[in-house]
């Protein structure tokens, strides 16, 4: 079942065209990526999604309703990490969650909302005291309590040690394994590889790629990397390359049998390929490529 639909969706900010007709939709239980560059209208549409700004053109629905005109009924069925978040400093970690907690219908005990978004340790901490990570684990823990169908989180790894990054990505997989739909933005790219299985990457409101995350990847090759061996001119490779800080580079459709075919032509005149590094196409490369170099 589709969980969010956008058909296309505009919204403006005062005079700007900040969201320009765009279309997505993410199935339920899935991990979706809304990604591009700053300023691209990733957060517009996070907002207009949650309710919290009425869609200009298009229509927007969030299990089956409009999360504007709907917002009291859809509030209780999801939950939302924002990049900036309203806490109360002189508040403790727990007394947070506490606070939150009296506003969520049929919470999540308080301990198992800390522990989900690892921060059992920093119950007594006062929010003050937290380092930025630590503040985007309490706003996840926050967004958890009522155990929403969707979860919206823009930038929830954001200043996160790569420890708690990693730690975050579990609890998000975890979430979605047990049917949580999740609409996340990100300009890390190996999050959204690693966790979204479809993305969208929107560029000045613009929607300029999308689809399956290993659909998408796949039909887009990948590449074979080495030291180019000392008095080899890339020329000679059985294969054009470019070279880049004394490394060839050699993409491919069949990054293994590129790999096959380098090695043969290096054996056969007694050459090593040092560093020798096969692999399949990333986002980033992705990104690379897409006109105007979209980041
Ligand atoms: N309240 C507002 N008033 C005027 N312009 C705004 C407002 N909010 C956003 N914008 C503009 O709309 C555009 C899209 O902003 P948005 O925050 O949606 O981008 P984003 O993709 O989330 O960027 P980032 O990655 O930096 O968070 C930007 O050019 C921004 O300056």
New binding site residues.
């Given amino acids: 079942m589709t969980a969010i639909q956008v058909t296309g969706l505009s919204k403006s900010?005062?005079a700007?065209e900040?969201v320009k007709g765009i279309s997505f939709e993410v199935a339920e239980g899935e991990i979706f990526a809304l990604l591009?560059?700053?300023?691209?209208?990733?957060?517009?549409t996070v907002e207009v999604l949650a309710g919290f700004q009425r869609a200009g053109g298009g229509t927007v629905r969030v299990l089956g309703l409009d999360p504007y005109a709907d917002r009291a009924a859809l509030r209780r069925r999801t939950g939302i990490m924002l990049?900036e978040a309203g806490f109360f400093p002189d508040l403790t970690v727990a007394q947070t969650v506490d606070t939150w907690r009296d506003f969520t219908a049929a919470p999540r005990p308080r301990d198992e909302a800390l522990d989900l978004a690892g921060l059992t340790g920093r119950a007594g901490t006062q929010v003050r005291q937290l380092s930025g990570g630590e503040k985007r684990r309490l706003d996840l823990a926050l967004a958890l309590l009522g155990r929403p169908e969707v979860l919206f989180l823009d930038e929830p790894t954001a200043g996160m040690d790569p420890e708690a990054r990693r730690a975050t990505w579990d609890v998000v997989r975890d979430l979605a394994g047990q049917g949580t739909t999740i609409l996340l933005?990100t300009?890390y790219l190996e999050e959204a590889q690693r966790l979204a299985s479809a993305m969208a990457i929107?560029d000045e409101g613009v929607i300029v790629a999308s689809g399956g995350m290993a659909e998408t990847l796949a039909t887009r090759g990948g590449r074979v990397a080495f030291v180019l061996p000392a008095g080899v001119d890339p020329g000679d490779l059985p294969m054009p390359a470019t070279v880049e800080g004394g490394h060839a580079v050699c993409h491919a459709e069949d990054p293994d049998l590129a790999a096959q075919t380098l090695l043969t032509w290096a054996a056969e005149r007694g050459l090593r390929l040092a560093g020798l590094e096969v692999r399949a196409a990333t986002l980033e490369d992705l990104f690379l490529d897409l006109p105007g170099r979209v980041r």
Avoid at 36 to 43: C, D, F, I, L, Q
């Fill in positions: 900010h005062q700007f900040a591009g560059r700053n300023g691209a209208g990733k957060t517009t990049q933005t300009h929107m």
